[in-house]
Nanobody, 124 residues
Framework: QVQLVESGGGLVQAGGSLRLSCAAS????????MGWFRQAPGKEREFVAA????????YYTDSVKGRFTISRDNAKNTVYLRMNSLKPEDTAVYYC?????????????????WGQGTQVTVNS
């Protein structure tokens, strides 16, 4: 069992930055592959970024490459998503996800545990 709680969302102007955090509890955090997904109103949940157990392997969807950075601090049981150069199309609820002893997959089906989400709104 693992519980995930996202934080750090908010309202920013286009071109601004935010750092999202996902705090995990319940099992050994370092054994989980972690991912970030987002869902805008009326749209399906989409993959954003993923990171391996050690942090040595990362994946990003094309639309955020060069702007977003996923990282993790296993000592703090936390995964981060730093978002720079934000655009209005980045507006969504952002969710973190975890898979025990898993790979950093790019599909929602690859993760067993999900947080409740944090809202990110980017004004044009």
């Amino acid at each position: 069992q693992v519980q995930l709680v996202e934080s750090g969302g908010g309202l920013v102007q286009a071109g601004g930055s935010l750092r999202l955090s996902c705090a995990a509890s319940g099992r050994t955090f370092s054994n989980y592959a972690m991912g970030w997904f987002r869902q805008a109103p009326g749209k399906e949940r989409e993959f954003v970024a993923a990171i391996s157990w050690s942090g040595g392997t990362t994946y990003y969807t094309d639309s955020v490459k060069g702007r977003f950075t996923i990282s993790r601090d296993n000592a703090k049981n936390t995964v981060y998503l730093r978002m720079n150069s934000l655009k209005p199309e980045d507006t969504a609820v952002y969710y973190c996800a975890a898979q025990y002893l898993g790979n950093p997959t790019t599909t929602a089906r690859g993760y067993s545990y999900w947080g409740q989400g944090t809202q990110v709104t980017v004004n044009s």
